[in-house]
């Protein structure tokens, strides 16, 4: 099969927020040449290659990347691990999708290219799910990578026992995803902030469009939860373009920039070095 060109907009007006050295992406997905579509994920619309996302950095003022396995490869993380190559270990890391199966020789092999985690996807599509992550988790202690899970906010009461026994480190993924968004006095922020005093887990800031119904560039409905947690625990606070946004429709395609520029009302200047820099380099080591 043949997979289009990006035709998505790689450059435009600067960003308000002027990233400080060092700023890191922490959700980044890539679609190369060369590799397909696997069973039980969706399809690639368009291809997303180092170079587009580079192009992308350069935009935003970017230095760092942590790239995500997307759920159109499922559990073959080759594309993720030639992304990882062509950026190199300087600036570039990657979370992966770890099995029960996949073997410690692997791993040692993925953490010597950078990755250093492994993703949990409880939405459709999804290769690897909360029914497997405390096994997941065992595979990967040795590693002593973390975790990163997503889940639809609204149903954490299903998954709070299971997050409440992980023992090492792991990643809230996309604002908790609320689908639709809560108040930020909503019981299951509370549970958020509850698990983040553990303190293994870290909470990332990202994707606000995919939930929001109100829209950019303010993220109303959104706005509220992400400030609460972000006072909370600005230590553990990560944050994610989301690029290249293949979760909503191409006419819902929402603004690189207000992805970035939100923070700028979400977090003082201090904090957004900690989301930018600061956390992002103890989680990953750059």
Not at 78 to 87: S, W
Not at 169 to 178: A, C, E, P, S, T
Not at 264 to 275: G, H, N, V
Request: charged letters at 25%; proline letters at 7%; hydrophobic letters at 40%.
């Amino acid at each position: 099969m043949s997979i289009p060109e990006n035709t998505r907009p790689l450059t435009g007006p600067a960003p308000r927020l002027k990233a400080p050295a060092g700023a890191t992406d922490c959700h980044v997905h890539v679609f190369l040449p060369g590799f397909e579509a696997q069973p039980g994920g969706p399809q690639i619309a368009e291809l997303a290659t180092v170079e587009n996302y580079r192009a992308l950095q350069q935009w935003l003022g970017l230095d760092r990347v942590v790239l995500t396995q997307p759920n159109a490869y499922q559990t073959d993380n080759r594309a993720l691990l030639t992304a990882l190559d062509q950026l190199g270990p300087d600036v570039a890391r990657a979370i992966a999708v770890v099995t029960p199966e996949t073997t410690q020789a692997e791993l040692k092999q993925w953490h010597d290219q950078g990755v250093r985690g492994a993703r949990i996807m409880q939405l459709p599509g999804g290769a690897v799910g909360i029914d497997r992550m405390l096994a997941v988790e065992q595979v990967i202690r040795e590693m002593d990578w973390h975790l990163m899970v997503q889940f639809n906010g609204r149903d954490l009461s299903q998954y709070l026992d299971e997050l409440h026994k992980i023992e090492g480190r792991y990643i809230i993924d996309h604002i908790g995803k609320f689908m639709d968004p809560v108040p930020a006095d909503d019981v299951r922020v509370d549970e958020i902030l509850r698990l983040l005093d553990k303190g293994n887990a870290w909470f990332k800031v990202c994707g606000a469009y995919e939930t929001s119904l109100t829209g950019g560039p303010d993220f109303a409905d959104v706005a509220p939860l992400a400030k609460r947690v972000i006072e909370h625990a600005p230590e553990r606070i990560l944050w994610g373009s989301n690029w290249p946004h293949v979760g909503v429709q191409r006419s819902q395609y929402p603004s690189d920039v207000e992805q970035l520029d939100v923070l700028l009302d979400w977090a003082d200047e201090p904090t957004r070095q900690k989301i930018l820099v600061d956390n992002p380099a103890a989680l990953y080591g750059f």
